[in-house]
């Protein structure tokens, strides 16, 4: 299913706001950089809640070159959450940023959560990016851990962006989307599958939201006008998935 008619952004007039969110598994911008920056342009996301971003040698300066070639700025994280990295439009103004490092598991990567508080509009919203774990005790460990920390954070909507190494029926994806709307059974406008990217036959990527927002579409963005089907598979391992989310705007304070 294209994209074609997935809502541009846009500010209502009650405050309330129509983003794009993008989340995006960019294997540590191994494969082909130039084709990852025409993909998320094409995508012209407000906010980008990457997975597996650079954490070595001059990670953020590979971070910061990424953002400059898609017209967006570094919000946080990186090597200091573990790889989720948060990237934004200008049009998204920081309130605060905290990247969170999970508790280790001996043998396996260290993981964490790249989190923001960001205004859009009248709006007030909560991102998390995530890339849980790769055996399934910790992705249980984890997936609670992201509805722990978004509970702490003291807003009344927000969205996560994902590597979720799990297809929609385990348990973590299941404990997940027991609290949050899992927007591409939501509302599906795209393709699913998602991994790997020459040939997708699994969804393990996602995009969540809490379930005041409002979905509007999401999914893997083929078919995007400007949106060449060799760059999304060149760019990396995973194709991306794009969500289009009417947030309501905040109260009064």
């Known amino acids: 299913m294209a994209q074609t008619s997935l809502p541009e952004s846009r500010t209502e007039q009650d405050g309330s706001a129509v983003i794009r969110v993008l989340s995006y598994n960019i294997r540590s911008m191994r494969d082909d950089p130039a084709a990852l920056a ?3 342009r094409a995508c012209a996301p407000d906010l980008v809640l990457v997975q597996e971003a650079p954490r070595f040698f001059r990670w953020r ?3 910061a070159r990424l953002a400059a070639a898609t017209d967006l700025v570094v919000l946080g994280g990186g090597a200091t959450a573990a790889g989720p990295l948060l990237l934004c439009s200008l049009r998204a103004s920081v309130e605060r940023t905290e990247d969170v490092l999970l508790p280790l598991t001996p043998g396996l990567h260290r993981r964490g959560f790249a989190t923001a508080v960001v205004r859009i509009a009248g709006t007030r919203i909560g991102v998390l990016s995530c890339h849980l774990g790769l055996q399934r005790e910790e992705r249980l460990a984890h997936a609670q851990a992201l509805l722990d920390r978004l509970d702490a954070m003291g807003v009344e909507h927000a969205v996560v962006g994902g590597d979720l190494n799990e297809v929609p029926g385990g348990q973590a994806f299941r404990r997940l989307a027991g609290r949050l709307q899992d927007c591409w059974t939501a509302r599906p406008r795209g393709g699913e599958h998602t991994f790997p990217a020459h040939d997708p036959r699994k969804r393990i990527d996602a995009v969540l939201a809490t379930r005041g927002v409002e979905v509007l579409g999401c999914g893997v963005p083929a078919g995007l006008p400007g949106l060449a089907e060799g760059d999304l598979r060149a760019a990396t391992d995973h194709l991306p998935v ?8 905040a109260d009064p304070a």
């Open 38 to 40: 025409r993909v998320i």
């Open 61 to 63: 300066k590979r971070a």
């Open 242 to 249: 794009l969500a289009a989310l009417r947030v309501p705007a």
